[in-house]
């Protein structure tokens, strides 16, 4: 069926930092003092962008800018297409801008977009809207978008699309290239048509460079290919992207439990999803729940920053109660209470270095069955030793601090066993939540920091009560 | 010019978790008694993988497994290409399989491989055998693999291939679609074949769903895309893959100065570069130089780590020297010493805040001249609200420790000021570094925590100092 969106393609630029230069430009005619002037000024810029690069204008301008933009972007004679660049936004600019909204703007935005773009803004649109636009989709799409809205984030039926070009395997390539000349587009990432029978089963692909380099007289079921990566909904996409990654793939057809097609995944998601999943290893590493907006509301940054440091508070006061039973040892030898928070310290980034290394191997499906044992051994064994010359070293430190050298070996001890503590831990908390089937980055740097902050202080003063005492 | 490589290809697998099956019956060949046996399963397993799935298998496994499958891999008889493999396996890996082999065995095994291809591998092979590669080149293949080595990682020049269609302006879709039946295989992800004029200048692109939705009969010239993101080959990597994530590209020309066609990017170099960057953030957050092979040899693992580790000793010793210098207020009020770690703590974790989300900002670009006042004020507002609020929770449990009313302004204030010291290191660290043209990341968590632990200590320790004793 041939695709009939016609949406003007705003061009692409030149040159990458094409937007970073549009911004400059913007954020100075917003400055001007005459209204006319500003609005002429931002149709002269914004117009000829595309919507991504529109999306990338907002999110670098203040709330206010933002809105006086969205104003222009929305009136009647604006030719950007408002709902592409509502797809491109981050969920809480989207939400602030959607806010600012009336139910029919919203509306005559968003109901051009296909079901699976449908499916990615829905969250944020009102009940009512979105009831509406579902109202005036076809059965198939509204399948579709009930279809796309059912999956978790993270799974493939998420984030495919239904722009799939299907051909039967009994023709010959003449009549592929007739059929595909009936389109006014095809569709965005298209790398391959997709064989089916008449019970939509997928029967292979034909990719476009088979279509291309062949003669037209071959059929179809000659030249496709048969043995082409088939993915499901209830997939996971990060696996589904490292697929990608692997093979180099354009696009891979998603099929249901019958075999039947229902969608695509194309490289773009894929990029998104790689993104994505980076981001969020970076922020949560950081105790951010989600990426913030550097003009968001002072409110939603404390809601997204202070839960985190609650809890690591909550636990270096646990960590320095229990640090406090030994308050008879420091009060008699006080050079102890500068001491301990180096052996605290160490053992936390020495465990943090292993659970970071042992998280992505476990990203990568490297650590298995057979090799976790080996995995152990070496762990121990580079804790042991970095621990013994940072032992001896940090043991000298604390000797030239209190002239006794006794503390010597009580010091290298101390972060001999504080290093083990953390590699033990930097192995065992991602390995369990791991084997639970839960994401084995998120809370593990907490934990870890808890314990080596806590046994570190444990262990050390401990050692100084047995033997400086 | 008809592209002639023919390479056998091998299949992707049908579903994404395949290579993870292949790995476990992999294992158990290997555990076998007789050779013959391994070597036959060896053969059935592997023989049919993707060259990525088989780089991927080797990574999974531990040294001596490796060397005996790479064994069989290089062997005569093996169909699967090695050259292709060793592009795949990550650079530590790598090494040590070609250290393995005879001068002759590597050249056998990457002779076939493209000149962009080459350059990736050339770092790790013996120079005596590279110059008989280079030998064996024609003029332009060498001309391209000196090009390809010249440039530093992160540029396009070094990503770009040379795996181009040319084709010129003058002519009609039927002269396209007939030339291109001429090649025995179209480029990897070439979604477009690009319009050059009689000097190799870049006039636009023809992209293949053009070719394929227009009538044979109309020219070039008047469907060609004149609009398109071109490159150079000294452009920023990452800011080429920002452009691809934001355009959804599959592939953009490289010109050089006087806009002549050089090489092309394509996308999935793009996702590599993507998840090259990611990985080398967590990795460095952690400290870590590069990524480690969990069979490394336990030397390079301790070069891997201990470098960050001593560097963190020092600062440590010397952040708990500074606070040594209150040894007689403390030794007065022995309690001080346990609540000066969470103090120090907070700052640190509350400044790696601010510094992820500055960090990100600047990735993205966000940040420019005008926002960064608006941006400063928003995260002293955030910290000073935070600081508050655990200052209250952080003073009243110690008061509840201490039993001393007056120790509560203390340790609220100074938890306020040391969160203070955090915000402005987190902003001030990476935006100078921005502002000089360094990687934002690198470092400054190690400076932020040392600023946070030496001023957490001072400013807690002589508060304390000037109102309790």
Redesign the interface.
């Known amino acids: 069926m041939p695709d009939d969106r016609d949406r003007p393609t705003q ?7 094409d ?2 230069h549009a ?2 430009r913007v ?1 100075s005619s917003l400055r001007r003092s005459d209204r006319v002037g500003v609005e002429r000024e931002l149709e002269r810029e914004l117009d000829r962008l ?1 919507p ?2 529109v999306a ?1 204008l907002i ?4 709330t206010a800018d933002r809105l006086t933009i969205w104003q222009h972007i929305k009136s009647a004679d604006s030719v950007i297409d408002s709902g592409a660049v509502l797809l ?1 936004l981050s969920d809480g600019v989207r939400e602030s801008l959607v806010a600012s909204m009336t139910p029919d703007e919203i509306v005559s935005a968003v109901e051009a977009l296909d079901a699976d773009e449908l499916a990615d803004l829905a969250p944020d649109l009102p009940p009512r809207v979105l009831d509406r636009l579902s109202g005036e989709l076809t059965v198939e799409e509204r399948e579709r978008l009930r279809s796309a809205m059912s999956f978790p984030d993270d799974a493939v039926g998420a984030r495919m699309d239904f722009e799939m070009v299907t051909i039967r395997d009994d023709v010959t390539l003449e009549v592929v ?1 007739r059929y ?2 009936r ?4 569709p ?4 391959q048509v997709f064989v089916v029978d008449r019970h939509d089963r997928l029967l292979g692909s034909l990719p ?2 088979r ?5 037209p007289d071959t059929a179809v079921v000659d030249v496709m290919r048969t ?5 499901r909904p209830e ?1 996971d996409a990060g ?2 992207a ?9 696009s891979a057809p998603v099929v249901d439990e019958l075999g039947r097609l229902v969608g695509r995944l194309s ?2 998601e ?3 999803v ?2 994505e ?3 969020e ?3 949560s ?4 729940r989600e ?2 907006d ?2 968001a509301p ?1 409110g939603e ?2 809601r997204n ?2 839960p ?3 809890l ?2 909550v636990t ?2 646990i ?3 229990v ?2 039973r030994f ?1 008879h040892t ?2 008699r030898i ?9 052996i ?3 053992g936390g ?2 465990g ?2 292993t ?3 042992i998280i ?2 476990l990203a ?5 069955g ?2 976790v044992r ?2 152990v051994v ?1 762990e121990l ?2 804790s042991v ?2 621990g013994l ?2 032992g001896v ?2 043991g000298g ?1 604390a000797y030239l ?1 209190s002239g006794r050298l006794a503390i010597w070996p009580v010091m290298a001890a101390a972060m001999l066993a504080n290093m083990l503590v953390g590699a033990a831990l930097g192995m065992i908390v991602p390995l369990t939540r791991a084997r639970f089937g839960k994401d084995p980055a998120i809370g593990s740097s907490v934990l870890l920091t808890f314990a080596t ?1 806590t046994l570190g202080f444990l262990i050390f003063l401990g050692l100084a009560t047995m033997v400086l005492l």
Request: charged content about 20%.
């Open positions: 061009s692409a630029p030149r040159d990458p930092d937007a970073q911004l400059e954020e595309h991504a690069d990338y999110e670098a301008l203040p491109e290239l595909l000349r389109f006014d587009a095809l965005d990432q298209c790398d476009l460079d279509l291309l380099i062949n003669e043995d082409l990566l088939t993915l997939d696996e589904a490292q697929a990608f990654e692997r093979y180099d793939l354009v490289v773009n894929v990029v998104d790689i993104r999943a980076s981001e290893a970076q922020l590493a950081a105790g951010l990426e913030e550097i003009f002072v940054s404390i920053r202070a985190w440091l609650l690591n508070l270096a006061s960590a320095s109660f640090a406090s308050e420091v009060g006080v050079i102890l209470a500068f001491l301990m928070s180096i605290a310290g160490i980034n020495s943090n270095q659970m970071t290394l992505r191997a990568l499906g490297r650590i298995g057979t090799n080996q995995l070496k064994t580079v030793l970095i010359g940072g070293i940090a430190f601090m902050d």
